[in-house]
């Protein structure tokens, strides 16, 4: 593709929410994309995502907990400490009872599969 499809998507958003001009945003009828004042925290979802009731007050409560706060460290041009990313756990929706696999019968909790419970990073 070229530049990557999320990746790639999100990069211009923070560009654009920060006030760039040049973005992959498409005017409509003319007029540039409108960005809200004091835009302070971004929720991003794929298509098939489900939000529980709440989930993003929670969300949006744990980034502004102080002890959370980004602090920009300008000798390394990055966040020290505190968050600048909350990624929170994700459990797939699966079949229940009689619609679900064999190996999802045995394998897995009422919660479903977690993808992430093994994920290790690998510099």
């Known amino acids: 593709m070229g530049w990557e499809r999320k ?16 973005t992959n945003f498409i005017a409509i009828d003319g007029r540039p994309p409108i960005v809200p004042d004091a835009v302070r925290y971004v929720i991003t979802l794929d298509a098939d995502t489900r939000v529980p009731r709440d989930a993003a007050r929670r969300l949006v409560g744990k980034m502004a907990h102080p ?4 602090r920009f460290d300008p000798h390394y041009g990055r966040v ?7 990624q929170p756990r ?6 229940t009872g009689r619609e679900g696999s064999v ?12 993808p992430y419970a093994f994920a290790v990073s690998d510099v």
């Not at 994700?90 to 079949?95: I, W």
């Open 67 to 70: 002890l959370n706060a980004p």
């Open 7 to 22: 990746r790639g998507k999100l990069h211009e958003l923070n560009r654009l929410l920060r006030g760039a001009t040049d």
């Open 90 to 95: 994700v459990t797939p929706s699966l079949p």
């Open 103 to 114: 190996f999802q019968r045995v394998f897995s909790s009422g919660a479903g599969i977690d």
């Open 80 to 86: 020290g400490e505190g968050y600048g990313i909350l």
